[in-house]
């Protein structure tokens, strides 16, 4: 006989927030949808590493990207409260600094803010699988009875320009690479401030996002359905 443990539904109902960004997340922009009409927000993690599984969650930045341009009014940018995470040697690397990080704002205020701010968007990162499951790994930690994931539409930057790519009879075209955030801020002439910092990371892949949008039009790409499909 086969036993199956059944979860118990959650005591509490769950907090306005979620249920605003879960009832959002069952409506997807319309198919018709122009590029410059959906609102993209672009984002970064820094980490104190790459597997996430157990490396720790060190900052956030994230902008908005309509209608052609990058929106810096509407931006976001988080350092974490981290009190027991030594980080003594990877601040030439993000620019974080122990002090900052015991001073930080802890992922119980960051969460609901962030899934305020992005309510209807379109996600976007470079190499967005990584920092997908950043996030949803804080979000399983603090909201595990609701079942909280991140739910919206993500484009990944760096399959983008692949995608682009395969109309570029370029050698090695799909040689991975080409496609770091580096090599192709170096491709489309963009100066790559702020590198490796969540805040400056998002910036630098907004304006990427933008390049990648302008040849997608080029290419016929107009809708969000195309776009996505």
């Given at each position: ?5 059944r ?20 409506t ?9 009409q ?5 984002y ?31 931006s976001l940018?988080?350092t ?5 995470v ?20 802890s992922?119980?205020?960051v ?11 379109v ?10 499951q ?8 603090h ?11 993500t ?19 799909q ?9 192709l ?23 990427l ?14 809708t ?6």
């Open positions: 006989m086969k036993w199956f443990r979860t118990s539904p959650p005591t509490e109902p769950p907090p306005d927030f979620i249920v605003r960004y879960q009832q959002a997340a069952r997807k922009p319309a198919a018709s949808l122009p590029l410059q959906i609102r993209f927000v672009v970064d993690t820094e980490t104190t590493g790459l597997n996430p599984k157990k490396d720790h969650w060190l900052s956030l930045g994230a902008v908005v990207v309509q209608d052609r341009s990058i929106r810096v009014e509407q940018e988080f974490l409260l981290q009190t027991d030594d980080i003594a040697e990877q601040v030439g690397v993000h620019g974080i600094t122990q002090q900052s990080l015991t001073e930080g704002t992922e119980s205020e969460l609901p803010e962030w899934l305020s701010f992005i309510e209807g968007a996600l976007v990162a470079h190499h967005a699988a990584f920092d997908e950043i996030i949803n790994q804080a979000l399983h930690r909201y595990t009875d609701y079942k909280v994931r991140l739910r919206n539409p484009l990944d930057t760096a399959q983008l320009a692949k995608r682009l790519d395969r109309f570029n009879t370029m050698p090695g075209a040689n991975p690479a080409h496609y770091s955030l580096d090599a801020c170096q491709r489309y002439h963009l100066t790559p401030n702020d590198r490796h910092t969540a805040a400056g990371d998002a910036f630098l892949t907004a304006h996002l933008l390049k990648l949008l302008a040849q997608a039009e080029k290419r016929g790409i107009r969000y359905r195309q776009l996505m499909g």
